[in-house]
């Protein structure tokens, strides 16, 4: 490729988050005569991924130690960073991962560790009554009292139920990190969660690869552990037939999966080709747009074009998950009113 579209490559991978990843295929390529990319932003990709690669061990190794904290107190974190679908990958350290994260089943204990939190640490953010968010040694650290949320409240409910059940019927789930043993999510509700993270992307910034490629490493590494029976009837009760559909076409058409490899569910042979054509217009750029009153009598945007892309956004993608896609642009409408002033 001309040194533009290496250059138009790099910048792709950093809108979807996946430059080390990427950089590692490049490394596995070095010796291919056509693979010719500038000096200069060879370098600039290699330290791209020795900063995530820096910055991945700096979070797990305080990872182990905030879990270890909270789990002498018998307050039973549950890991849902994203650090644990990093540790599926070749290179773990290559997968962008956002703050770590802990979600506790039961509230008592949850109201133990934010207390803990708010004793021990700096508070970020307090306002939030699903979720607590604190700095500590310097990271950003999240307490979350519900696995997921969905602004259709029907719909939410019935998350919160299939969540309930699965921990209170199943024996707990661990993974290791180095020495550590450390409590996650079932591979089935994992794999769940996986589709309904990719599901509120779409919704609200335009499809990831990150998160189909998450899902396509989970399928090829913890598949064959996954319950889909039960996945199929938490789609089905989701209403997330559509979603499934989508993420089953994007890892055929991405990641060179077969028919054969995706049992939770039925592929119809239709392949949109507008789907592709959305994985280039993600919006990474989260600019709020709330409503405020002008000099004027008269409420305004306060930022007329990112509302116009919420719009947009909403419309284009009702069709894949009707229910939930038509509040969550009204909650987004209802979160930028309450900026106006009385």
């Not at 070749?90 to 204990?109: E, G, K, L």
Request: glycine letters at 2%; charged letters at 25%; one cysteine or more.
């Amino acid at each position: 490729m001309s040194a533009w579209k290496w250059r138009r490559v790099y910048q792709y991978s950093i809108m979807h988050e996946l430059p080390a990843l990427i950089y590692d295929g490049i490394v596995k390529c070095r010796d291919q005569f056509f693979l010719q990319i500038p000096d200069d932003l060879a370098s600039t990709w290699k330290e791209t991924a020795e900063k995530m690669a820096s910055e991945y061990t700096t979070k797990t190794t305080a990872l182990h130690e905030i879990y270890t904290i909270l789990n002498q107190q018998q307050l039973r974190p549950i890991l849902m960073s994203e650090v644990k679908e990093a540790l599926l990958y070749d290179h773990p350290q290559h997968r962008a991962c956002q703050n770590i994260a802990f979600f506790f089943p039961y509230q008592t204990q949850g109201n133990k560790a934010d207390k803990w939190a708010r004793d021990n640490c700096t508070i970020i953010n307090d306002n939030d009554s699903q979720m607590l968010t604190y700095e500590w040694k310097g990271l950003t650290i999240e307490h979350h009292h519900r696995l997921h949320t969905l602004t259709n409240k029907l719909l939410n409910h019935t998350l919160s139920n299939i969540i309930e059940k699965e921990f209170r019927e199943n024996e707990p789930s661990y993974i290791k990190m180095g020495q550590a043993r450390i409590e996650v999510t079932s591979n089935t509700l994992n794999m769940l969660l996986i589709l309904l993270r990719i599901a509120q992307n779409i919704l609200s910034n335009g499809i990831s690869i990150k998160y189909i490629t998450d899902f396509g490493v989970f399928l090829r590494k913890e598949g064959d552990k996954v319950d889909y029976v039960k996945l199929q009837e938490w789609i089905d009760r989701l209403h997330m037939k559509r979603i499934a559909l989508l993420t089953a076409i994007l890892l055929i058409d991405l990641l060179n999966f077969t028919e054969d490899e995706i049992p939770f569910t039925t592929i119809n042979g239709k392949h949109d080709d507008r789907v592709m054509q959305e994985l280039f217009k993600l919006r990474t750029a989260k600019t709020n747009w709330y409503f405020q009153q002008g000099s004027d009598i008269f409420v305004h945007a306060s930022n007329s074009s990112a509302m116009m892309w919420h719009v947009r956004q909403s419309a284009r993608n009702f069709s894949y998950y009707p229910m939930e896609s038509f509040t969550n642009f009204f909650a987004s409408l209802a979160h930028s009113l309450s900026h106006i002033e009385e």
